[in-house]
């Protein structure tokens, strides 16, 4: 087994897996409980202004939404290819698998900034000019906002990782099955994800089912 993978105070890889794998699923669950209180929130406004949030909804941009579904959707199939390649040593494989999984991660945040462009031309941001009506179309568009920034920017956070895996392991290739990185980051890549995934129907699909 590679030394290169060993980090202070372990004394052993099994040790140092079990910790790392431990340690993000602490870190998710503390995660889950900050898009868990905008979840909440956001349920209870749509609750108290039901019609206005389907009217709302219905100005989402469905197809840049769609789209960046599929893309996030694609990515964690081969961040999932990569991590399993890089647990059973198949090194050559897995730094196929992470760049794809980083250039749909940024393929992602490019159209997710084109539909912010767009979304801005038609002024549905909360403030001066906003076009909607409807009282409480602006909070739909407040949490709209926040909640798809703060998605974007763990997604960037994720990219970075995976950049990471490719970097390190590139004169390494042991370190790649040897250290729990590859574990970590894919846990990561697809809890950011499974957001998405929750975010989609709040966001895109509300106001489009009649």
């Known amino acids: 087994m590679s030394s290169d993978a060993l980090r202070e105070p372990f004394s052993c890889l099994a040790r140092q897996h079990e910790s790392a794998v431990f340690g993000i699923w602490l870190f998710l669950g503390t995660e889950v409980l900050f898009f868990g209180g905008m979840f909440a929130g956001y349920s209870v406004y749509r609750f108290l202004y039901p019609d206005a949030f389907l009217a709302a909804g219905h100005e989402t941009n469905i197809y840049y939404g769609s789209v960046n579904t599929f893309i996030l959707l694609v990515s964690s199939f081969f961040m999932a290819a990569g991590e399993i390649a890089a647990r059973e040593g198949l090194t050559r494989f897995a730094r196929i698998c992470f760049p794809l999984t980083a250039v749909l991660g940024m393929m992602f945040l490019i159209l997710k900034g084109f539909e912010y462009n767009d979304d801005l031309e038609k002024h549905l941001f909360p403030g001066p000019g906003f076009p909607l009506p409807e009282n409480g179309a602006a909070i739909f568009w407040a949490f709209y906002w926040v909640m798809t920034f703060v998605h974007a920017s763990h997604l960037t956070a994720g990219i970075a ?18 250290s729990p990185s590859a574990k970590v980051t894919a846990l990561y890549w697809h809890f950011v994800d499974a957001i998405w995934v929750m975010l989609f129907p709040l966001l895109y699909l509300a106001g489009r089912s009649s």
């Open 161 to 178: 990782a995976v950049i990471r895996l490719q970097i390190l392991s590139r004169n390494h290739p042991e370190w790649l099955r040897d």
